[in-house]
Nanobody, 122 residues
Framework: QVQLVESGGGLVQAGGSLRLSCAASGRTFSSMGWFRQAPGKEREFVSYISRSGGITGYTDSVKGRFTISRDNAKNTVYLQMNSLKPEDTALYYC?????????????????WGQGTQVTVSS
């Protein structure tokens, strides 16, 4: 059974940091990514990473603040989030693709986690 389990969310003040983790089980994946969804908004792309970790990408609003990484030995992907802003508040989802297709669309991924809440207070 394939599962993606996120952890690491929480409440933090603006300017603070959080590190999200996504532990995958049941199989290994090609590209993996993070998306987020704020109340009343569409789910949006945040970051992706290739199988090797050599290729990464970020949405403009998080560039320079967030860093994605993965440990293939642990089948885990991470999202280090620094200099957090209130507008980063959302439910953050991990996503995984069996075969790399696109990298920024929700349809590019085959499996999703249940989400972890990130709340940034001003």
């Amino acid at each position: 059974q394939v599962q993606l389990v996120e952890s690491g969310g929480g409440l933090v003040q603006a300017g603070g940091s959080l590190r999200l983790s996504c532990a995958a089980s049941g199989r290994t994946f090609s590209s993996m990514g993070w998306f987020r969804q704020a109340p009343g908004k569409e789910r949006e792309f945040v970051s992706y990473i290739s199988r090797s970790g050599g290729i990464t990408g970020y949405t403009d609003s998080v560039k320079g603040r967030f860093t994605i990484s993965r440990d293939n030995a642990k089948n885990t992907v991470y999202l280090q989030m620094n200099s957090l802003k209130p507008e980063d508040t959302a439910l953050y989802y991990c996503a995984a693709a069996i075969v790399r297709r696109g990298l920024t669309g929700t349809n590019d991924y085959d499996y999703w986690g249940q989400g972890t809440q990130v709340t940034v207070s001003s």
